[in-house]
């Protein structure tokens, strides 16, 4: 049995068809997957994200604590300031990728994959041991809004906070919508500009309702996962299950630089992921377009001068590029760079694609 | 969306229509509209044959790669190639331009035994 979000009834008045992920009855799509796309490409969209999980780490030792836990320098935030991280565990493996924000001393907030959280949990309290901190999942009191798109921030403007009171990128801050207190962070999961809104329960349908009165103006439609998977995977960002796992670590998945290469404190897989900066890794995440009109799928054979070397993890027709993109981990022994023509096993045929420079759509939400 | 008359229907939503000596193969409008856009069609070649519940076509959608059963057996004599260039003909006509496949079939009665007619066919949706 699916959970369901408290906007599930709004959405499916709007027209949504509702299938299940992580666990959640969640809209796939409204209308069309790739009139949603272009709608967040050219004008702005709203997503409905509460199936993503809120923690909040607070205690005198939760820099300590935090540090101990991903290979990134928390240190080096200051209040509501913002960093992409990855839980790392004692092999260098990514047990979930996340946002660390920092909300004052002493008290930061994460969001975490809907798929992860009880994971993530149990890790963090596995860790614990040792630190005066809190872990409090409060992914059951809040609800999470993604305003997505080049009108991001003039239909933010129009409900009622003032471009100069909007958070820049990777930044959060307190704000007031339709009389509501919420948290509006400059982060997303698009390549576009855009806002996520942290809105407790009880307030969710309230702002919903009011963003899509006040987006009328602005072209606004509401997004399904469909279109949230295209998006992202145009601006190469990674999809954890597909593209991050627990074997795989930020290195090979070609974020190192995310990782704080200087970083003193110990932390869960660092002697592992510091030999694999200085020593290179045996497989690594590259991006691919398909030379035919066939889409590449999750978990589809690569092959390189006839051999297989590696997997694909994710791979959608792009609608802004109207080609086949996808992600791959390839053996980094097979000497794959870009420009290389690597092949895809689709159904039993071999189909070329040529390896490219990530991300495919360029990202346009550095405000 | 209106099917034609006589179009007999499989519970994995492809259609069949007798067209004279020949056997037209489709995907409902219920099926297309569950798939959502479609980007990509893989047909079999001419002179291919399959069984019932044989998969012989491949319907990519944005989301997903989806596999098409034969309704009933046979062997083909004509691919739609419009659907090569201009897969979302599927999506606006399946029952018109966006058929998938016409073949010979001599088990054609003895197959579509269990095939619904349309309106059943609805019915069993709800």
């Known amino acids: 049995m699916c959970k369901q979000t408290l906007l599930h009834d709004k959405q499916v008045e709007l027209g949504a068809k509702m299938v299940p992920f992580a666990g959640w009855e969640m809209p796939v799509s409204y209308s069309n997957i790739i009139e949603e796309h272009h709608c967040v490409r050219n004008d702005v969209g709203l997503f409905d994200v509460s199936h993503m999980g809120e923690v909040f780490i607070s205690g005198k ?49 994460l969001i975490v994959n809907a798929s ?12 614990q041991i040792g630190y005066d901190v809190v872990i409090d999942n409060q992914s059951h009191n809040y609800s999470l809004l993604a305003v997505q798109g080049p009108k991001a921030s003039a239909l933010m403007e129009k409900m009622g906070v003032k471009k100069d009171d909007q958070p820049p990128f990777f930044n959060i801050k307190s704000a007031n919508i339709n009389g509501v207190d919420i948290w509006l962070s400059r982060t997303g999961y698009t390549g576009e500009d855009g806002f996520e809104i942290l809105i407790p329960n009880k ?61 003193l404190e110990d932390y869960n897989g660092k002697d592992v992921i510091l030999s694999q900066l200085a020593n290179g890794v045996s497989r690594k995440l590259v991006g691919f377009k398909m030379l035919s009109k066939i889409p590449a799928r999750h978990d589809y054979e690569v092959y390189y001068n006839d051999e297989i070397v590696g997997k ?30 690597i092949q895809v096993m689709i159904r039993n045929k071999l189909y070329d694609a040529k390896v490219v420079a990530r991300p495919f759509v360029a990202k346009k939400n550095k405000v | 969306m209106t ?9 994995s939503h492809e259609y069949v229509l007798e067209d004279g000596s020949l056997y037209t193969i489709g995907l409902t ?50 691919i739609n190639e419009k ?11 399946p029952y018109g331009e966006g058929w998938l496949i016409k073949v010979e079939s001599d088990t054609a009665s ?3 035994g269990d095939l619904l007619e349309y309106n059943d066919y609805k019915e069993e949706l709800v």
């Open chain 2, 83 to 93: 659907l090569v260039e201009a897969p979302e003909t599927l999506n606006n006509e």
């Open chain 1, 61 to 109: 030792d939760a820099l300590a604590f935090l540090q101990k836990l991903v290979p990134q320098s928390i240190d080096k935030l200051t209040p509501l300031k913002a960093v992409y991280c990855q839980l790392t565990n004692d092999n260098g493996g990514i047990i979930d990728d996340l946002i660390i924000y920092k909300l004052e001393d002493n008290k930061y907030f």
């Open chain 1, 116 to 127: 992860r959280i009880d994971e993530d949990i149990n890790w963090m309290i596995r860790n």
């Open chain 2, 29 to 78: 409008d219920y099926a297309v509209e569950q798939l959502g856009d479609i980007v990509f069609v893989e047909l079999p070649e001419v002179g291919a044959t399959f069984g019932k519940g044989e998969v012989f076509s491949t319907v990519e959608s944005v989301k997903a790669a989806s596999e098409v059963y034969a309704p009933i057996g046979g062997t083909v004599v004509e």
């Open chain 2, 110 to 112: 003895l197959d579509s």
């Open chain 2, 3 to 11: 099917a034609p008359e006589g179009i007999l229907c499989s519970k």
């Open chain 1, 203 to 263: 307030y969710a349908q309230n702002i919903w309702d009011y963003v899509i009165e006040k987006g009328q103006e602005f072209g606004l439609k509401p997004i399904g996962l469909g279109a949230r998977d295209t998006l992202r995977l145009e601006a190469a960002l990674h999809l954890y299950g597909n593209d991050l796992d627990t074997t795989t670590s930020p290195i090979e998945a070609g974020l190192a630089w995310s990782v704080s290469k200087n970083k």
């Open chain 1, 312 to 341: 694909v993890t994710s791979g959608v027709p792009s609608p802004t590029l109207g080609e086949n993109i996808g992600l791959a981990y390839v053996k980094t022994s097979s000497n794959i760079n870009i420009g290389s023509i």
